[in-house]
């Protein structure tokens, strides 16, 4: 339900969104801590459709990739069930 509601706000913010990004780091950064693997997923499809939301939200987010992107590193070798070996 609120993931849904993320996205639907997401569909519907336009110009609001990108005033409020600053705001969104601490909970995105929270939630990646978690490790684990389903909710991470959920909340690379939710950064995936936040940076796809409106105009220039990948540039806002650049300075806050030393916040997210440690966490991401850990599962950088998590490729199970894909076919590589």
């Known amino acids: 339900l609120a993931v849904q509601g993320v996205y639907d706000m997401l569909e519907k913010g336009g110009s609001k969104i990108l005033p409020v990004v600053p705001q969104l780091i601490i909970p995105l950064k929270t939630a990646l801590n978690t490790r684990n693997p389903v909710i991470i997923c959920t909340m690379l499809k939710i950064l995936q459709a936040l940076v796809l939301s409106g105009d220039m939200?990948?540039?806002?987010?650049?300075?806050?990739?030393?916040?997210?992107?440690?966490?991401?590193?850990?599962?950088?070798?998590?490729?199970?069930?894909?076919?590589?070996?």
Do not use: M, S, T, W
């Open 57 to 85: 939200i990948g540039e806002a987010l650049v300075p806050y990739f030393r916040q997210l992107l440690p966490v991401l590193n850990i599962f950088i070798n998590h490729n199970l069930n894909i076919g590589d070996k």
